[in-house]
Structure formats: structure tokens, C-alpha cells
T-cell receptor
Framework: KQEVTQIPAALSVPEGENLVLNCSFTDSAIYNLQWFRQDPGKGLTSLLLIQSSQREQTSGRLNASLDKSSGRSTLYIAASQPGDSATYLCAVGSGNTPLVFGKGTRLSVIA | GAVVSQHPSRVICKSGTSVKIECRSL??????MFWYRQFPKQSLMLMATSNEGSKATYEQGVEKDKFLINHASLTLSTLTVTSAHPEDSSFYIC??????????FGQGTRLTVV
């Protein structure tokens, strides 16, 4: 059974810092990996999708990497801003099967 | 990207009543819809999978008679929480795979049972 772990559970940083969020998964037979953002009481915003054949994806200040063989992914946020404060969720998928989510990392960026 | 529209976004109901949540795929046909539940400070947990024209499959520990799922068309899946109780208060969200590559999520429904 696939299990997804995210470290750290919570993170507080001053504005402007670069930071890394970690995600690991137990079964490397994945189809893709997605990073989401969730604001308090809100739904999910898809940030980056990495297919199993890819090693990284970039969008603006965000960069996600995938090492499928070791079961790891990282989300790099450059020059963090208070508006980046949210919970970041990592989820792995296998084709048309449901995503398996980690518990998320709660990020606070302090002005 | 594909759009999944979920309604209502927020609902408050009295204990013992039923609540229906709708998810519509607006620009694609969703033969499958996944329903998740998220308790405070927890991750999203799969509740059930609905398939158009057939019975839903439920995850272990999810009562199928309490959480009724109907997927009568390729663009609409509904989740009805029957005889809701305060412990059913949660965030419910649907998701449909589109083309087998990316999962698209509804906006979520915050259910509060008082």
C-alpha cells in the first residue's frame, strides 16, 4: 500500500528565504506526482505536476524535483513571500487510480 | 485544464438531516469520480470511487449506507451524507482524472453539522 510522508510537518521562515519541502513515497511504481497548495478552509490549487518520466518541473519561483527510484520529491520555493503561507500537499498517482496524499507541510512566511 | 465544479462550497445542517454534494465535470466526461474527506489538520483520505453507471466502491471503514454516491451521467456525481451527525463535519472534495494524466479537483465542500 502506497504511503506518502512529508517533512517537515510545519515550517516558519522569514520573508525572502529559499526553502525546501520534502516528500517521500514507499512504492516507486507511480504514474505522476503532484504538488498542491491549500489555503485554510479552501480547496486545492495544483502547483506542479511531474510525470514519472520527468525529473523536475518549474513554475515561477517554484521548482519540483522527482527521484522516482529513491521515492523522493522536493518542492523548492525561492525568495519566499508572506503570500506563500499555506499548507503544501504532495500526492502520488498511478494512472486513473486515486491520488495518495501526504499530510502536508504548513508553511508560514513571516514579513 | 479540465474543470470540476463542486457545490455547495459550504453548508450547515442540523443533526439527522441529509446533505447532497454535487460534482460536475464541465468540459470533459468523467467516467470516474473520487471522493475524499479531510478532517482538520489531516490529509485528504479517499472515501469512495464512483463509476458512471455502476455501484460505487467504498474504502474500508466508510459506511456505504451513510454516504450515498450516485454517478448517473458522465458529467455528474453526487455524494449524499444521510442522517448527518456532528462527527460527519468535515471537508469533502471530489476529483476526476482527465485523460489519465492529471487529476482535477472540485472546490470542496465544508460541511458543518450542528
Amino acid at each position: 500500500k502506497q504511503e506518502v510522508t512529508q517533512i517537515p510537518a510545519a515550517l516558519s521562515v522569514p520573508e525572502g528565504e529559499n526553502l525546501v519541502l520534502n516528500c517521500s513515497f514507499t512504492d516507486s511504481a507511480i504514474y505522476n506526482l503532484q504538488w498542491f497548495r491549500q489555503d485554510p478552509g479552501k480547496g486545492l490549487t495544483s502547483l506542479l505536476l511531474i510525470q514519472s518520466s520527468q525529473r523536475e518541473q518549474t513554475s515561477g519561483r517554484l521548482n519540483a524535483s522527482l527521484d522516482k527510484s529513491s521515492g523522493r520529491s522536493t518542492l523548492y520555493i525561492a525568495a519566499s513571500q508572506p503570500g506563500d503561507s499555506a499548507t503544501y500537499l504532495c500526492a502520488v498517482g498511478s494512472g486513473n487510480t486515486p491520488l495518495v496524499f501526504g499530510k502536508g507541510t504548513r508553511l508560514s512566511v513571516i514579513a | 485544464g479540465a474543470v470540476v465544479s463542486q457545490h455547495p462550497s459550504r453548508v450547515i445542517c442540523k443533526s439527522g438531516t441529509s446533505v447532497k454534494i454535487e460534482c460536475r465535470s464541465l468540459d470533459f466526461q468523467a467516467t470516474t469520480m473520487f471522493w475524499y474527506r479531510q478532517f482538520p489538520k489531516q490529509s485528504l483520505m479517499l472515501m469512495a470511487t464512483s463509476n458512471e453507471g455502476s455501484k460505487a466502491t467504498y474504502e474500508q471503514g466508510v459506511e456505504k449506507d451513510k454516504f450515498l454516491i450516485n454517478h448517473a451521467s458522465l458529467t455528474l456525481s453526487t455524494l449524499t451524507v444521510t442522517s448527518a451527525h456532528p462527527e460527519d463535519s468535515s471537508f469533502y472534495i471530489c476529483s476526476a482524472p482527465a485523460g489519465g494524466t492529471e487529476a482535477f479537483f472540485g472546490q470542496g465542500t465544508r460541511l458543518t453539522v450542528v
